[in-house]
């Protein structure tokens, strides 16, 4: 198994900017992806951005620009630079992880709320 730990939500004035970190730990052998995902009540939960283990990136066009993703490979940790944050960015940011061997993400943590002011 996989344990996804994520931290850094909070609240934020609209133009500000969070980090937040997700740490990864147990049988993390063969983790090939790791992504932020983020949803808001009655909606569907969306890819924000994501990361390969070859540090191949990708963003949703509404992030791009304003997001990075990133990841330390010693600390087992992906984090997501969120800057010149928009109210509508506000939702509870999953991040996720999967194997090669995987189509789909089958890794989650527990969210972290982001809310954004206007």
């Known amino acids: 198994q996989v344990q996804l730990v994520e931290s850094g939500g909070g609240l934020a004035q609209a133009g500000g900017s969070l980090r937040l970190s997700c740490a990864a730990s147990g049988n993390i052998f063969s983790i090939n992806a790791m992504g932020w995902y983020r949803q808001t009540p009655g909606k569907q939960r969306e890819l924000v951005a994501a990361?390969?283990?070859?540090?191949?990136?990708n963003y949703a066009d509404s992030v791009k620009g304003r997001f990075t993703i990133s990841r330390d490979n010693a600390k087992n940790t992906v984090y997501l630079q969120m800057n010149s944050l928009k109210p509508e960015d506000t939702a509870i940011y999953y991040c996720?992880?999967?194997?090669?061997?995987?189509?789909?993400?089958?890794?989650w943590g527990q969210g972290t709320q982001v809310t954004v002011s206007s």
């Open positions: 990361i390969t283990s070859g540090g191949s990136t």
């Open positions: 996720a992880a999967k194997r090669i061997t995987q189509k789909e993400y089958g890794y």
